[in-house]
C-alpha cells in the first residue's frame, strides 16, 4: 500500500513540475532575473559612453552623502504614513457603509469602484486639471465655499503638492481598500450584533469592540499591499508634479527613474536596490506584527 | 430610537460624501471632454458644448490616438489570454496534485507581485537593447505576463480549490491523462474564474505605466497611459480637451466592464488578497 501511495506521489510530483514550468520559468526570466541584475549592475558605473567598471559599494556611498536621495527618501516614507491611514481610515468608512442594507447598494458598489477602474495615469492627468490655478475644480469651490482665502497654486508649493498628491492616491486607491475590507465584514456573523445589542451596547463601541478585533488580520492585509504600493509609487507623481516643485515631492522611485532615464543605470540601480529593500522590510514587519508569520499554515 | 436615528444620520452623510468623492473627478473628466474650452469655470468663460475633442482625437493622424488604443488592447489582450492559461495550469497543479513545497511554491508565487518595478525596469530596458525588441509588443507582453501572474495563480488556484476533486477521479479512471483531465474537465468548469482572472489581467496591463514609458519609444508600441501621460500640444500648451477625451475613451470600457462585473470584480480581488 504504502509503495504504490509512493509510486502515485512521485509521478504527481514530475506532472506538477510539468505544468508549474511555464509558470515559474516566466517569473524566473523576467522577475528574479531583472532584479538580480538590477543588484549586480548595482556594483557597477553603468553609463553611457564610458567603459563598464565594477565599483562594489561606491554607488551605495554616493548615496549616503547625495541630499537628493535623502529628500526623496524623507518625501517617500512621509507619504506612505500620511497616505496609508488615510486609505485605510476612509476605506474602512466606505466599507461600513456599503455593507449597511441600503436601497441601490449594488448601485454604490459599482460607484465605489470607479476610481479602481480607471488608469492612474488618466485620474493623475483629471487631478491635474482640477487642480489647475485658472480654471481648475479646486479653486472654484474654493471660491465658491469660501474654504480657502483666495485661489490657491495647489503644485506650487511643497506642502501643498503634497497634500494634493495625497488627495490624489486617496481617490484612486480607496475602493482597494474597501473591497477588501467589505469581504472581512461580510464574514462577521449578523447574530454577534444582535447579542451586543441585546447587552446594551451602543454602535460605536460595537464597531471598536467587535467589529475592528474581527477585521484586524484583513485590515494588516490591506496596509501590506497599500503600503508597499505607495513605497514604490511613481506614475502619479510622474504627471501630477513630476517631483517638484524644487524636488520636494520627488520619490524613490521617480528619483531612480531618473538615472534610468539619463542613461546612469548602475546609480539608479542602487536606488532600485533600497526601494526593493524598503518593501522587503516593510512587508516583513507587517506581517510579523499581524501574527501570519507560520501559524496560518 | 436615539441611537438609531444617529446612525442613519451618519451614514446618510456618509453616502454623500462617497458618492461625490468617488464620482465628481470622474464627472468632471467627462464634462471637460464636451466642452469647447477647459476653462468654463473661470469668469467670464460660458459653458459650450462640443464633440471636437472626441472627433479630433479619433480622426487627426498626428495625435496618434488610435494607435496607442490598439496597442493597448493588443498587448492587454494576448497578455491576458496567456497569463490566464499560464496562471490555470500552475493553479491546477497546486489545487490538485501532491507534491513536496506545494504550499511554499504558492507563498512565493505570490511574494513575487510585491517587486517594485522600479527594480525590474533597468534590466529589462538593457534586455530590449541587446535583443533589438525596443518599441515592440513583445518588450511589453513578457514583462506583463510575469507581472501579472502572480496575481492570476492566486485567483485561479483559490477557484479550482473549490471544484471537487471528483470530477478529476472520474476521469483519470477512464484512462484520461492529467492534462486531458486540464484541458477538457477542469479548465472549462473553472470558465468563470478564468474570465475574471482575465478582467483584472486586463485592467492591470492597461494601466501600466512606468515598462511602456521605458520599453517603448513611438506610437509603434506607446501604449495609452504613455500616449496620455505625454499629450502636449503644438506650442507648449496643455491640450486639455483631448486629454481629457482621450482619458475617457480610456477608461470607460474598464468602468464599464467593472460596474457589470462589480459582484465578480470583489469576490476575486478579495481572494487574491486574502487567501495569503
Known amino acids: ?87 485605510l481610515v476612509l ?207 | 430610537m436615539n441611537e438609531a436615528r444617529t446612525r442613519k444620520v451618519l451614514i446618510a452623510v456618509g453616502v454623500v460624501f462617497m458618492v461625490t468623492f468617488s464620482l465628481a473627478p470622474f464627472a468632471w473628466m467627462l464634462l471637460v471632454s464636451v466642452s469647447r474650452s477647459p476653462d468654463f469655470l473661470a469668469q467670464g468663460v460660458d459653458f459650450a458644448a462640443t464633440a471636437r475633442n472626441y472627433a479630433d482625437i479619433l480622426t487627426v493622424k498626428s495625435l496618434h490616438f488610435l494607435e496607442y488604443l490598439r496597442n493597448s488592447l493588443a498587448v492587454g489582450g494576448i497578455v491576458a489570454v496567456a497569463c490566464a492559461l499560464v496562471a490555470a495550469l500552475g493553479g491546477y497543479a497546486v489545487s490538485r496534485l501532491e507534491f513536496r513545497g506545494r504550499t511554499t511554491a504558492a507563498l512565493g508565487i505570490l511574494a513575487f507581485s510585491m517587486f517594485p518595478q522600479i527594480c525590474l525596469v533597468g534590466y529589462l530596458y538593457k534586455l530590449a537593447h541587446w535583443t533589438g525588441l525596443v518599441n515592440t509588443y513583445p518588450a511589453l507582453v513578457f514583462p506583463y505576463l510575469a507581472w501579472t501572474l502572480p496575481m492570476a495563480f492566486w485567483v485561479l488556484t483559490s477557484y479550482m480549490m473549490q471544484i471537487p476533486r471528483d470530477f478529476d477521479d472520474a476521469a483519470l479512471v477512464d484512462g484520461a491523462g492529467r492534462f486531458t483531465v486540464f484541458w477538457r474537465v477542469i479548465l472549462p468548469i473553472s470558465a468563470p474564474g478564468l474570465l475574471s482572472a482575465m478582467l483584472l489581467i486586463f485592467i492591470a496591463a492597461f494601466n501600466e505605466f512606468l515598462f511602456a514609458l521605458m520599453l517603448t519609444t513611438d506610437y509603434h508600441a506607446r501604449t495609452i497611459p504613455v500616449g496620455i501621460a505625454l499629450f502636449e500640444g503644438l506650442h507648449g500648451e496643455i491640450p486639455w480637451g483631448y486629454i481629457m477625451a482621450a482619458s475617457a475613451l480610456a477608461s470607460l470600457p474598464l468602468v464599464i466592464l467593472a460596474a457589470v462585473f462589480q459582484r465578480h470584480v470583489i469576490q476575486d480581488v478579495t481572494r487574491g488578497a486574502l487567501k495569503a
Open chain 1, 91 to 297: 476605506g474602512t468608512t466606505f466599507a461600513l457603509i456599503l455593507n449597511e442594507r441600503l436601497r441601490y447598494r449594488n448601485a454604490l458598489r459599482a460607484m465605489v469602484l470607479i476610481p479602481w477602474a480607471v488608469p492612474t495615469i488618466v485620474a493623475a492627468r483629471t487631478w491635474e486639471l482640477i487642480y489647475n490655478y485658472s480654471y481648475g475644480l479646486a479653486n472654484y469651490l474654493g471660491g465658491l465655499t469660501h474654504v480657502t482665502p483666495g485661489p490657491v497654486n495647489w503644485l506650487g508649493s511643497p506642502a501643498s503638492a503634497f497634500g494634493a498628491l495625497v488627495v490624489a492616491d486617496a481617490w484612486k486607491t480607496t475602493p482597494f481598500v474597501a473591497i477588501i475590507l467589505l469581504a472581512g465584514l461580510q464574514t462577521i456573523p449578523e447574530t454577534i450584533y444582535e447579542q451586543a445589542r441585546v447587552d446594551g451596547t451602543r454602535f460605536d463601541q460595537r464597531f471598536f469592540k467587535i467589529t475592528l478585533p474581527i477585521l484586524k488580520p484583513v485590515l494588516v492585509v490591506a496596509l501590506v499591499f497599500r503600503s508597499i504600493d505607495a513605497v514604490r509609487i511613481l506614475d502619479l507623481i510622474y504627471v501630477l508634479t513630476d517631483g517638484g516643485p524644487g524636488g520636494s515631492t520627488t520619490s524613490l522611485s521617480l528619483y531612480g527613474y531618473r538615472f534610468f532615464n539619463e542613461g546612469d543605470f548602475g546609480y539608479g540601480s542602487a536606488v532600485a536596490v533600497v526601494v526593493f529593500i524598503l518593501a522587503f522590510v516593510l512587508s516583513i514587519v507587517y506581517l510579523r506584527a499581524g501574527g501570519f508569520t507560520r501559524a496560518s499554515r
Open chain 1, 1 to 87: 500500500m504504502g509503495r504504490t501511495a509512493d509510486t502515485r506521489g512521485n509521478r504527481d510530483g514530475l506532472v506538477a513540475g510539468g505544468f508549474m514550468l511555464p509558470l515559474v520559468l516566466t517569473i524566473l526570466a523576467f522577475v528574479v532575473l531583472p532584479v538580480l541584475g538590477t543588484l549586480w549592475t548595482s556594483f557597477f558605473r553603468d553609463v553611457t559612453y564610458l567603459p563598464r567598471k565594477l565599483m562594489w559599494f561606491s554607488n551605495y556611498g554616493r548615496l549616503l552623502g547625495d541630499a537628493a536621495f535623502w529628500q526623496s527618501a524623507r518625501f517617500t516614507a512621509l507619504f506612505v504614513a500620511v497616505s496609508v491611514p488615510l486609505e
